[in-house]
């Protein structure tokens, strides 16, 4: 399907982004930070910053909670951007979105991003986020409740973490992923179809690993860094994974899907047609992303109300 008027209008802009301009640096990578597209924002009762702590690591996080006073399920949200770029305000549009539509609390984590914290640094920062939610350190969230979530490198993060909390003993209801990274294999169809002309290509994404796991290791990363690659997916937390026609990350994402619910997990999969890499975070600009996203709130609702509370 056809990229629509406004998607590709998006696209052009994107396109102008530092990032997209060979070769690929660290300091052209975050320059885009600096110049992100204006999105809408949803009103969040109550915004603030927190510190969370665990182990040993502390972050920060930034609380966004509809109904204060109230305690709320919540959603530990970790942003996407190669896990070199993206930040707490980058994606401060789309955790509101999140918490707007779901009516839940996020928790969005400040995690340590490569190549100056590399992998399993990112992905223990956020694990700690996530056992310190669990263990009550946020006010008006039910540690017993929690929901993660995480776009592209950040979904990568959140189907790690969601690994990691199985085997630590860590309660999660339901994981969120929207065109998560999940493997290596720059060679599927989706790298050819729509590794070069979609903001997001394969040279791009190649790079982004290197960052994380280190050049030697990009051909056989580890399973919490490609969580496809894990022993065993049984006993994960339900799952809805959304992805886009037109993103070289379609395939792996759809084909964890598929690996999960041969492991017995409940998984809601669903391909936006016509969209890009990115687009859930346009929300208020493309009737997509609110499609996507309230697909995804649903299934958070449904997996968070059947949980025990704490």
Not at 33 to 55: C, M, N, T, W, Y
Not at 66 to 89: A, I, S
Not at 261 to 284: C, K, N, P
């Amino acid at each position: 399907m056809a990229l629509d008027p406004m998607t590709q209008q998006i696209l052009e802009m994107m396109k102008q982004s530092p990032l997209c301009t060979p070769p690929f640096t660290v300091a052209n990578a975050r320059a885009g930070d600096d110049q992100p597209i204006p999105l809408p924002r949803a009103d969040i009762a109550e915004v603030r910053d927190i510190r969370l702590s665990h182990g040993g690591r502390e972050v920060a996080a930034r609380l966004y909670h509809p109904e204060p006073g109230r305690v709320l399920p919540v959603v530990v949200f970790f942003h996407g951007g190669g896990w070199v770029l993206g930040n707490l305000e980058t994606h401060d549009p789309l955790a509101r979105a999140i918490a707007e539509a779901a009516h839940v609390a996020v928790v969005s984590v400040d995690y340590p991003r490569a190549p100056e914290a590399r992998f399993p640094e990112p992905l223990e920062a956020c694990f700690a986020a996530v056992a310190a939610v669990a263990e009550g350190q946020v006010d008006g969230v039910d540690g017993g409740r929690i929901a993660l979530c995480g776009d592209s490198a950040g979904g990568n993060l959140a189907a790690a973490v969601a690994l990691l909390a199985r085997d630590r003993g860590v309660a999660i209801a339901h994981q969120l992923l929207l065109y998560p990274v999940i493997d290596t294999d720059f060679g599927n169809a989706s790298y050819t179809e729509s590794g070069a002309d979609f903001f997001l290509t394969g040279p791009m994404m190649r790079w982004f690993w290197e960052q994380y796991v280190g050049e030697e290791n990009v051909a056989n990363p580890d399973p919490l860094a490609a969580p496809i690659r894990a022993a065993s997916l049984k006993g994960l937390a339900p799952a809805t994974i959304i992805t886009a026609e037109h993103d070289p990350l379609r395939d792996e994402g759809e084909a964890y899907a598929e690996k999960l619910e041969e492991a017995g997990v409940a998984v809601t999969l669903r391909r936006a047609d016509g969209m890009i890499h990115g687009f859930v975070s346009m929300v208020g600009v493309l009737p997509a992303a609110a499609e996507a996203l309230a697909v995804g709130a649903e299934g958070l609702r449904r997996s968070l109300a059947e949980a025990v509370p704490a």
